[in-house]
């Protein structure tokens, strides 16, 4: 006998007749009632394992949801349909699931485009025993569809070769980038060895231009440096002229 596959309840009719002359007989229904025992495991609705494709700059508190729908196991045993429990059980800071519901959310965000799996449980309630486990596929991306450009062009820095720290050369930039979390960075070359820049980053699209060793420089008129900047997969190239004189009271 077997749950699963039967009517619980069955009626057997059973008929009994002696050899006499004429034969004598009586019968009587027996009422057979099935029992569920929880002999099955739960198990996921999708067999295989779940997908997540994530973005990079997706907010903290919200929910993920695989693509193969929300992460869903049921006790096989129909009769008794155990309350199930889900969990994690490789640790990861980045989503939580809820114990009712399999519910994921982002608890963390993210600061680099990875993938990584995670397996989960689903236990029944009355019993951790029996239980199933499944894998997360998960696959942190980021958009990067357009390319960086350098804005108001042509950049110029007019300076002195000695300067003090309230008067550095200094030069500041932006950049035009489509995207919505552009990750920009810079660097540069000059066709003047001693001239050595340092650039920051003051926002997420603009940067500062400074000339280091700045109470020494070369003199200039003019130096020229090229500034790079590249999002990851796109950049995107500036001169930049620089004009260093002494100052009239060291002549
Ligand atoms: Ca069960
Ligand atoms: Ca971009």
Known sequence: LDYNSMIPNINLTIFAQDNGNPPLSSQAIISIHLIDVDN??????????????ISIDTRIGYEV????????AYDQDIGINSTILY??????????????????????????????????????ENDPNKSVTTVLHVNV?????????????PYTIIGYTINSLDQIPTFNGTISDLDINPRLTYSYSCDLSPL??????????QFRVQLMNFQNLPVCQSCSCILNVSDGQYSDQAYLNIYLYTPISFL
């Open 87 to 124: 969990s994690f059980l490789t640790s990861n800071i980045y989503f939580t699931i809820d114990k009712y519901t399999g519910i994921l959310t982002l608890q963390s965000p993210f600061d680099s485009i990875t993938q990584f799996d995670l397996l989960i449980k689903a236990e029944q």
């Open 65 to 72: 949801v695989p693509n193969e729908g929300r992460i869903y």
């Open 40 to 53: 099955l495991d739960p198990k996921f609705q999708v067999s295989t394992s779940y997908n997540v494709n």
């Open 141 to 153: 991306y980021e958009l990067n569809l357009y390319p960086p450009r350098f804005l108001l062009l």
């Open 196 to 205: 050595n820049l340092q650039i920051t980053k003051t926002s997420l699209r």
